[in-house]
């Protein structure tokens, strides 16, 4: 569902996309299709990542923790994938 919390994170993260700059200065999207696929290959990231899909084990404060679509929409969620994936900024 869209409700009004997720649709303003929705469109946070577009800003967020068009106008962040990766770790080498350079811009992650200038246009509308390069955000596009920066999004897509942002979740492909997230899906890859066992963790944040829970094939692996979870302990401790992460037992019953579950990797949704909010969450990757977070600044946490972001740091998360772009930090703790391969060669991704």
């Known amino acids: ?3 009004d919390p997720r649709r303003k ?6 800003r967020w996309v068009l106008t962040s700059k990766r ?12 955000a596009l696929a920066w999004i897509r290959a942002y979740f492909e990231r997230a ?3 066992d963790f944040l899909m829970g094939r692996t084990e979870r302990f401790g404060a992460h037992s ?14 972001k740091r998360h994938v ?8």
């Open 64 to 77: 019953g923790w579950r990797c949704d679509f909010d969450f990757l929409l977070t600044e946490k969620g």
């Open 82 to 89: 772009i930090e703790k994936t391969e060669a991704y900024a």
């Open 47 to 49: 899906h890859d990542n």
């Open 9 to 14: 994170a929705i469109t946070a993260f577009w």
């Open 1 to 3: 569902m869209l409700g």
């Open 23 to 34: 770790t080498d200065g350079a811009p992650r999207a200038q246009t509308a299709e390069h």
